[in-house]
């Protein structure tokens, strides 16, 4: 395995929680931060959060007040905790830069599928 290692993804129903996990520690994360994206069944990749030298921030509206973005004790982890999970959160979900230019440029790796039963 090479970083970002992404894992927490399974099966839930709607209206439950799971708890994401990223640890990154190549240098070009620790310089740029890391973020969650998603992409939907049949839908382009979307940005979720950031976690940078700024702070963290959620980005993507329809998850606010839902999700939370936020950084672990050990060196470069991040977490995206999801409550009240929706079908709508179904997608895969991937750990990279908060760029995405340089996130595609730093490639996609298997991210970690999260299925939401309506």
């Known amino acids: 395995q090479v970083d970002p290692v992404e894992s927490g993804g399974g099966l839930v129903q709607a209206g439950g929680s799971l708890r994401l996990s990223c640890a990154a520690s190549r240098t070009v994360f620790v310089l740029n931060g890391m973020a969650w994206y998603r992409q939907a069944p049949g839908k382009q990749r979307e940005l979720v959060a950031t976690?940078?030298?700024?702070?963290?921030?959620i980005v993507l509206d329809d998850v606010k007040g839902r999700f939370t973005i936020s950084r672990g004790s050990a060196k470069n982890t991040v977490y995206l905790q999801m409550n009240k999970l929706k079908f709508e959160d179904t997608g895969v979900y991937y750990c990279?830069?908060?760029?995405?230019?340089?996130?595609?440029?730093?490639?996609w790796g298997q991210g970690t599928e999260v299925t939401v039963s309506a």
């Open positions: 990279n830069v908060p760029d995405y230019d340089l996130a595609t440029r730093l490639g």
């Open positions: 976690a940078t030298r700024r702070g963290t921030t």
